[in-house]
């Protein structure tokens, strides 16, 4: 099975609600609650509940409890998550990279802009300067 995941599919599979819940069960070596899970996925309760029961039902999920709490784990194959794991990995590097590069091309166009504010406010001062010493001059 082949743990490279093109981009434009990638970007499809990560971006579903179920793949956000079954990313933030996966690298994890203790169950988790549906109010972790709300914060880490960014869904809502009833769509993280939702989500976890339709993973529930295909045996990706199971649920237990500790005290009044709800947890939930996956289970999952060394295969199969082997798989995601490393599709997560690619994923998460590419997202990285898309960012980092944003961020270079805004810091370059901060900069760019700065650069341009300071130049036009020393013109500005320049030309103020210019026509006090004119206004003293013609004074004179």
Do not use: C
Request: no cysteine; glycine share 8%.
């Amino acid at each position: 099975m082949s743990t490279q995941v093109s981009n434009n599919f990638g970007s499809f599979l990560f971006e579903q609600s179920w793949m956000k819940v079954v990313g933030a069960l996966l690298n994890i070596s203790q169950p988790r609650s549906l109010r972790e899970l709300v914060d880490l996925t960014g869904l809502s309760p009833a769509g993280t509940k939702d989500v976890l029961r339709r993973l529930q039902e295909k045996d990706v999920v199971i649920v237990g409890r500790s005290g009044n709490k709800v947890l939930y784990s996956l289970v999952l194959g060394v295969e199969e998550r082997t798989f995601l794991e490393n599709a997560l990995q690619q994923k998460t590097r590419e997202e990285l990279q898309r960012r980092a590069e944003l961020f270079s091309a805004r810091h370059k166009q901060a900069i760019g802009w700065i650069d341009e504010t300071i130049r036009l406010l020393r013109l500005g001062k320049l030309g103020r300067r210019e026509l006090k010493k004119r206004g003293r001059h013609d004074a004179h």
